[in-house]
């Protein structure tokens, strides 16, 4: 079921909301969280096409904020809140709430969207593109729990990445990390079966690929050792290699599907390491929402002073 509302308030839209839950035969709500998407008209139908699909391991209330510019003289812009609402078998799981915000309404999102926060749930914030620099104090930032960027988003991720350091709070994390998950755990458990004091190391990806330096970072933090970044045409990452004194530990995958685990003294080993798509991302952040103390001591770049383990 869809409903148009033009010109409204929030309390209507909370009143649509119950009125399209009740027509479609849903008058409780059986919703874990409150996703919010902070977002364009460009970048909108795919954010909300991956969220949809997050939502089926995560039934959510997915609000999207929409501020849509006037570029014409000021004195004709007009304070309006249009919504669209999307209840039962349009919305997946949950219920879909698309809010464009005109004119000097925009400067409160955060007031907008407090009223239609689901009641006593979690609140996770998702800027697909163009975060702001300090997500935390953020007006819609901060409201949530958790708060997720995408540096592979941006022209220069990895300047992106040092102020997003700089600017950390606890519930912060970035799509770039999330695509990291498969990697870490095949690294750590490789250095599970070669428990081997680590010299150095390098990981291989395109350049400026901001999941690459932040897997270096980690690596550096995690073993203490200095971590080359070495230049491919990828896609993405495609090699990683850790120095040991019986040989090279050596994860490598030059189509991003599939990769070849090389072990010194063992025989090479096909593992699945596909690129995943942005909805397994958005569903592996919903599942945790509380702070990510690994991903901000990465993203930090601290040295750790210790090595020959990768967790």
Request: glycine fraction near 6%.
């Amino acid at each position: 079921m869809r409903t148009e509302l033009t010109d409204t308030t929030s309390s209507k839209i909370d009143r649509a909301l119950l009125d399209a839950r009740r027509a479609v035969g849903s008058p409780t709500m059986g919703l874990v969280l409150t996703l919010v998407i902070a977002t364009d008209e460009e970048n909108a139908y795919d954010a909300v096409r991956a969220a949809s699909e997050a939502s089926r391991e995560h039934p959510c209330r997915i609000i999207v904020v929409i501020k849509r510019t006037f570029r014409g003289p000021h004195k004709l812009r007009q304070t309006r809140l249009d919504a669209e609402l999307r209840v039962g078998s349009d919305a997946g799981t949950g219920e879909i709430v698309l809010l464009r915000l005109h004119g000097a309404l925009t400067e409160q999102a955060g007031s907008v969207v407090l009223p239609l926060l689901v009641p006593d749930a979690p609140v996770v914030v998702w800027w697909p593109a163009d975060a702001p620099a300090d997500p935390a104090r953020d007006p819609l930032g901060a409201l949530a729990q958790r708060r997720i960027t995408d540096a592979e988003a941006v022209a220069d991720p990895v300047a992106v990445l040092d102020r997003r350091a700089a600017a950390y709070a606890p519930g912060d994390t970035d799509l770039a990390w999330t695509r990291l998950t498969p990697w870490r755990a095949l690294l750590a458990a490789a250095m599970d079966q070669k428990p081997l004091p680590v010299t150095g190391g390098a990981v291989e990806s395109e350049a400026d690929n901001p999941s690459a330096e932040l897997l270096a970072r980690w690596l550096e933090d995690r073993l203490g050792v200095p971590v080359e970044r070495v230049a491919t045409d990828g896609p993405v990452i495609t090699r990683v290699r850790l120095a040991t004194r019986e040989g090279e530990i050596t994860v490598d995958r030059p189509d991003g599907a599939l990769a070849t685990l090389i072990l010194p003294g063992g025989p090479d080993r096909k593992v699945a390491l596909k690129i995943r798509s942005t909805a397994e991302l958005i569903a592996e952040e919903l599942r945790r929402l509380d702070a990510d103390e690994v991903y901000a001591s990465a993203l930090r770049g601290r040295p750790a002073g210790t090595a020959g383990t990768a967790r």
